[in-house]
C-alpha cells in the first residue's frame, strides 16, 4: 500500500480573495483617472464644506453655500457677482472678435487682463491715434471704443469705478505736435477715451481720468517694439469701496 505524500506547500489564497483584489485594483485606477482629468475648484471645495457644515451644524462658514453660474474666478477686489462675471465675459468677447475683425486674431495687442486693483482693458495707442496726437480717427478703434461702453452701460455694476489711464514712452512729442511734453499727450489721450465713453452714454460719475506719461513702462524703452508696447491707454474697473478704504487708511496714518 503506497504512502500518502504530505505536501509542504503554503496554502493558497482563497479563490474570492484574488477576484477582490484585482476589483480594487481596478477601482483606484479608475478614481486616479478621473482625478487626472479633472480640474481642483478651490472655490467648490469651500462651498461643499460649508454646505456640508451647514447640514451638520458642525463646522463654521456653513451658509456661504451660494454658487453662481456664471462666476469668474479673478483675483480682484471687485466682488464677485453673476452682473460682474456677465461684464468680463462681454468685455472678452469684445476684444476678442476685434483682433480676429482687425487682423484675423494676429492683430493688435489689445487685451483684457487683471492687476492688482481690479482688470483692465489695455489698448495700443499706435492703433488708436496717430503719432504726437489725442485725435482717435481710427474707425475700428472708435467701434470698439462704442461697444466698450455700451457693455459697461448695460453690465457693469453701479459700484464700480472706471478710470481710464494715459501712458507714453520716453520719447518727447514730435515737433507738429500740440503737446508739449507727454504729460500732457497721456493726458489728452487718456480724456479722449473718457470722452467717448461718456458720449456713448457711460455714466461719468463713474469715471475719471489720469495721466503717467512715461514712468510707468511695461517694456524696454531701448526698442521700437518696446516703446510701442508703452505707449498706450488702459480703462480701469475697480470696486468704488476700495479706493474710499485706501483714502482713509492714508488719512488714518496722517493723523
Same mark, same amino acid.
Given at each position: 500500500?503506497?504512502?500518502?505524500?504530505?505536501?509542504?506547500?503554503?496554502?493558497?489564497?482563497?479563490?474570492?480573495?484574488?477576484?477582490?483584489?484585482?476589483?480594487?485594483?481596478?477601482?483606484?485606477?479608475?478614481?486616479?483617472?478621473?482625478?487626472?482629468?479633472? *480640474?481642483?475648484?478651490?472655490?467648490?471645495?469651500?462651498?461643499?464644506?460649508?454646505?456640508?457644515?451647514?447640514?451638520?451644524?458642525?463646522?463654521?462658514?456653513?451658509?456661504?453655500?451660494?454658487?453662481? +453660474?456664471?462666476? #469668474?474666478?479673478?483675483?480682484?477686489?471687485i466682488q464677485k457677482s453673476e452682473e460682474t462675471a456677465q461684464t468680463v465675459n462681454k468685455l472678452s468677447q469684445a476684444v476678442a472678435e476685434f483682433k480676429e475683425f482687425?487682423?484675423?486674431?494676429?492683430?493688435?495687442?489689445?487685451?483684457?487682463?487683471?492687476?492688482?486693483?481690479?482688470?483692465?482693458? +489695455?489698448?495700443?495707442?499706435?492703433? *488708436?491715434?496717430?503719432?504726437?496726437?489725442?485725435?482717435? *480717427?481710427?474707425?475700428?478703434?472708435?467701434?470698439?471704443?462704442?461697444?466698450?461702453?455700451?457693455?459697461?452701460?448695460?453690465?457693469?455694476?453701479?459700484?464700480?469705478? #472706471?478710470?481710464?489711464?494715459?501712458?507714453?514712452?520716453?520719447?518727447?512729442?514730435?515737433?507738429?505736435?500740440?503737446?508739449?511734453?507727454?504729460?500732457?499727450?497721456?493726458?489728452? +489721450?487718456?480724456?479722449?477715451?473718457? +470722452?467717448?465713453?461718456?458720449?456713448?452714454?457711460?455714466?461719468?460719475?463713474?469715471?475719471?481720468?489720469?495721466?503717467?506719461?512715461?514712468?510707468?513702462? #511695461?517694456?524696454?524703452?531701448?526698442?521700437?517694439?518696446?516703446?510701442?508696447?508703452?505707449?498706450?491707454?488702459?480703462?480701469?474697473?475697480?470696486?468704488?469701496?476700495?479706493?474710499?478704504?485706501?483714502?482713509?487708511?492714508?488719512?488714518?496714518?496722517?493723523?
Amino acid at each position: 500500500m503506497a504512502k500518502k505524500c504530505k505536501c509542504e506547500c503554503p496554502e493558497c489564497m482563497p479563490e474570492w480573495l484574488a477576484t477582490f483584489g484585482d476589483l480594487m485594483s481596478l477601482l483606484l485606477c479608475f478614481f486616479v483617472l478621473l482625478l487626472s482629468m479633472s *480640474t481642483m475648484d478651490a472655490k467648490k471645495v469651500k462651498e461643499a464644506i460649508g454646505s456640508l457644515a451647514g447640514a451638520l451644524s458642525v463646522l463654521e462658514g456653513g451658509t456661504q453655500t451660494e454658487v453662481s +453660474r456664471e462666476r #469668474i474666478q479673478k483675483a480682484t477686489p471687485i466682488q464677485k457677482s453673476e452682473e460682474t462675471a456677465q461684464t468680463v465675459n462681454k468685455l472678452s468677447q469684445a476684444v476678442a472678435e476685434f483682433k480676429e475683425f482687425t487682423q484675423g486674431g494676429k492683430g493688435p495687442a489689445i487685451v483684457l487682463e487683471e492687476g492688482e486693483e481690479g482688470f483692465f482693458i +489695455r489698448l495700443p495707442a499706435d492703433i *488708436t491715434f496717430p503719432p504726437g496726437s489725442a485725435q482717435i *480717427t481710427n474707425e475700428d478703434s472708435l467701434l470698439f471704443l462704442k461697444r466698450i461702453a455700451i457693455i459697461i452701460k448695460e453690465y457693469l455694476p453701479k459700484n464700480v469705478e #472706471i478710470q481710464v489711464r494715459g501712458y507714453t514712452d520716453n520719447m518727447p512729442p514730435p515737433p507738429n505736435s500740440p503737446y508739449k511734453d507727454n504729460w500732457e499727450l497721456s493726458a489728452a +489721450r487718456a480724456l479722449a477715451v473718457l +470722452r467717448i465713453l461718456i458720449k456713448n452714454g457711460v455714466n461719468p460719475s463713474q469715471l475719471s481720468a489720469a495721466a503717467y506719461g512715461p514712468y510707468h513702462p #511695461i517694456s524696454s524703452n531701448l526698442t521700437p517694439e518696446g516703446r510701442a508696447k508703452n505707449r498706450r491707454v488702459e480703462i480701469w474697473f475697480f470696486a468704488k469701496k476700495n479706493k474710499e478704504e485706501i483714502q482713509k487708511s492714508v488719512l488714518d496714518k496722517t493723523k
